[in-house]
Structures are given as structure tokens and as C-alpha cells.
């Protein structure tokens, strides 16, 4: 299995980015996705999950409200919308389906600035 993840970027607070997970070499369309996000520091956390057919999500309490996780089944691909992001939201995001052993792809880096 292979992950990429990309989007990511310096951006002001109050701003918007969308990151994108391109998902290869598995079921995707079976899995539950999540994306997780990793600050210096800290423990690595899911911040926001999809169920397989993209009709239940899920969202840290931290981002409810201002990030929206979507897939596309077709294009083995996960989203993440953020907006009205904050300083705190600084971190190295991932994706991942929950619960498998997968490895982690190389993140992609987002810098939030106040």
C-alpha cells in the first residue's frame, strides 16, 4: 500500500487549504479513512474519519466545524478541506485507514501563521 498525501502549505490564520491522500495498492473503496495530523511535540491524532462509502464522518472536536474530510472512491482519493485555520492546526498531516496496518506515507506539511 502506498500513501501520498499533498496540499499542504503556509497560510495565514483565518485561511483555507485542501489536502489530498492518493491511496494505491489496496481495496480502497473498503476502507475506513482517516486523517491524522502530527504537531512538533505531540502525539500523532485523528482528526477527522469517512466510512467506506463516504456517508458517515467523523470529526476531532478540535476542527468539528471547520474541516471537512470527503472521498473519491473513483480516484482512490481522500480530501480534507480546512478553513478558518488557526496557529494550532500547525501540524504534519496524514492519511490512513483506521484500523490497518498500513504504513504511513510522508505526510504533507501544514504551517499556519498568526
Known amino acids: 500500500v502506498q500513501l501520498v498525501e499533498s496540499g499542504g502549505g503556509l497560510v495565514q490564520a483565518g485561511g483555507s487549504l485542501r489536502l489530498s491522500c492518493v491511496v494505491s495498492?489496496?481495496?480502497?473503496?473498503?476502507?475506513?479513512m482517516g486523517w491524522y495530523r502530527q504537531a512538533p511535540g505531540k502525539q500523532r491524532e485523528l482528526v477527522a474519519a469517512i466510512s467506506s462509502g463516504g456517508d458517515t464522518t467523523n470529526y476531532a472536536d478540535s476542527v468539528k466545524g471547520r474541516f471537512t474530510i470527503s472521498r473519491d472512491n473513483a480516484k482512490n482519493t481522500i480530501y480534507l478541506q480546512m478553513n478558518s485555520l488557526k496557529s494550532e492546526d500547525t501540524a504534519v498531516y496524514y492519511c490512513k485507514a483506521l484500523g490497518a496496518n498500513w504504513p504511513w506515507g510522508q505526510g504533507t506539511q501544514v504551517t499556519v501563521s498568526s
Open positions: 495498492g489496496s481495496r480502497f473503496n473498503m476502507n475506513f
